[in-house]
């Protein structure tokens, strides 16, 4: 049954734990429910903001219009010759797909577990942690035109996916509403424990042929050890992208600061990580009202009780100075800022 609630609060719905309302709320579990929703006055008067999880956003004002969470659910899979093809509905939580693919011996997304939120956001940032992306295992998505109401596949090269970017947050913003992902996984297990973190952590469970549950678990150990849980720290996991610059500006910054971390990039780029620039000019634990990056990762802005998205808006605005004036780098918030 479609439901539109009016005026309520989206703290449940954003992982900040930040407390602003909707003016409308509506939650989608199928298809059928976002056709019937499209015919209503409501959608036809508003401005929409779609979220699954919500914990990739940070909203500094109440929503002055209508938030469709999409819940679709449903797992399908299809073992062919030399691939496996997975697809989920939107609304899936993320884990709870890579837990059934680890469970299927389906490789390729257990180096992604337990990142929060759901699948249909997946594509939007092109998810990634620990040596492996969405784009290495993404096949296809639909989507619903918010527009025409009308459905599209959009295939890997339709989707311009880059580092924690697609054409959905770039030339498409706002434009469709995912409702699944294809996703091409592989029978037999190619373990990638490249990421120096993993490997030390499978060593020391004792591991030395480690399978894809194997991986999942350590994955899943270093994030606990690392990041918020946002069911008691708010947080959005990074607030900011590592830069990515020239190889001619990294040669000014490692002149002055010669133990900078940083990672060269396929396209022959420089990657820095922002955690460590954070950390550098003194961030890292602070808080500041009731802000504050964690203690373990300065990437991570976190909402100590009570803050509004203003102030954790403000705060990340006073490290964005603060590293360029000690790096000349110039930080891009990863958040989705509302
Ligand atoms: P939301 O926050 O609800 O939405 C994010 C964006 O996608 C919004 O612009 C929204 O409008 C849009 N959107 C959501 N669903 C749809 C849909 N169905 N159709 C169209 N647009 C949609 N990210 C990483 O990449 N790697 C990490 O390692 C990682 N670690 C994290 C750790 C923590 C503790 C937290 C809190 C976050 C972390 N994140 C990480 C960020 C976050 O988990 C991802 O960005 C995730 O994909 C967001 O999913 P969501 O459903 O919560 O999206
Ligand atoms: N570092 C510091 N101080 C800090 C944090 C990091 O010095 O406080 C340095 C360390 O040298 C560390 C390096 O930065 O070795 C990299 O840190 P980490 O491995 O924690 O990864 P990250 O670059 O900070 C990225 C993603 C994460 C993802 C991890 C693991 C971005 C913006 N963030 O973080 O994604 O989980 O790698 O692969 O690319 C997210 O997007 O929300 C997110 C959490």
Redesign the pocket.
Known sequence: MLQIQENISLKPYNSFGIDVKANYFAEIFDEAGLIKLFKNEVVKSNKLLIIGGGSNVLFTEDYKGLVIKISIKGIQSEVLEDKVLVTAGAGEVWNNFVNYCVAHHFAGVENLSLIPGTVGASPIQNI???GVELKDVFESCTAFEIKTGQVKTFTYADCQFGY?ESIFKGALKGQYIITSVTFRLSAEAKINTS?GAIETELLNRGIENPNIADVSAAVSHIRVS??PDPSTIGNA??F???PVIEKYEFADVVAKHPDV?HYPTADDKIKL????LI?QCGW?GKVVGQTGTWKN???VLVNHGGATGTEVFQFSAQIIDSVKSTFGVTLER?VNIL
């Open positions: 990634g942690a620990y924690r990421y690392k990041l996991g990074s900011f992208k590592n971390v990580a922002a955690g460590w950390e890292k990762q300065a990437l990863e």
